[in-house]
């Protein structure tokens, strides 16, 4: 079974206070590992898409980077704005087709002014 | 820039009630998605749908839920007779996908059921 796992759950920052956010992965082939951005009520936003250990992907504050085992999102000098609970997803090659995602619980990232 | 849009945003039923929820997904995509996310829980796959028939689903996905595309625009998912675990916010997504390449799912805001 397909098993992601985020850590921290939650984390709180000051504002330009650098950190990395953690995905570990469990799956039997790895497709691709996504990283969304999840505002509260609304639908996961598109962060970044990694498909082979050693790639790395960056959009302005946020850099992703990916090994065999876990994902890094590391915040540079976050700003408030970059407040939001932030999803790890996995696409793994199964059988079936496999082409649902499997997601982590997220981190709750608040930054403060 | 093209988006996944849901109608409509928020939906409240009695139990036992059927409820349809729409999606409109990005134009040139080919596979459409169902997505469940219960309050303060993971969000979870229901449902994938390709060339006009299901291409996977999960053990979530029990004979009260069906979906469709019934024109060339509109995917949606039915839930015949609701219960009040069904209570969530769901989402639609969808991707573009060419070969065996994983590709971007695109989600859309999402329609949160309250099922009463």
């Known amino acids: 079974e397909d098993q992601v796992t985020q850590s921290p759950e939650a984390l709180r920052l000051q504002e330009g206070e650098s950190s990395s956010l953690n995905c570990s992965y469990t799956v039997s082939g790895l497709r691709g590992l996504f990283w969304y951005r999840q505002d509260p009520g609304k639908g996961p936003e598109f962060l970044f898409t990694?498909?082979?250990a050693g790639e790395e992907k960056e959009k302005e504050r946020l850099k992703a980077t990916l090994t065999k085992k876990e994902s890094f999102l590391h915040i540079t000098a976050p700003k408030p704005e970059d407040s939001a609970t932030y999803l790890c997803?996995?696409?793994?090659?199964?059988?079936?087709?496999?082409?649902?995602?499997?997601f982590g619980k997220g981190t709750h990232l608040i930054i403060q002014p | 820039e093209p988006e996944v849009t849901q109608t409509p945003s928020h939906q409240v039923t009695q139990m036992g009630q059927e409820v349809i929820l729409r999606c409109v997904p990005i134009s040139n995509h080919l596979y459409f998605y169902w997505y469940r996310q219960i309050l303060g829980q993971k969000v979870e796959f229901l449902v994938s749908?390709?060339?006009?028939?299901?291409?996977?689903k999960s053990e979530i996905f029990d004979d009260q839920f069906s979906v469709e595309r019934p024109d060339g625009s509109n995917f949606t998912l039915k839930i015949r007779s609701t219960k009040l675990e069904d209570s969530a916010m769901y989402f639609c997504a969808s991707s573009h996908r060419q070969g065996a390449s994983t590709d971007t799912q695109y989600f859309g805001p999402g329609t949160r059921l309250t099922v009463l």
């Open positions: 997803a996995v696409h793994a090659y199964s059988g079936g087709g496999a082409d649902g995602l499997t």
């Open positions: 990694l498909y082979s």
């Open positions: 749908f390709y060339n006009n028939e299901i291409s996977e």
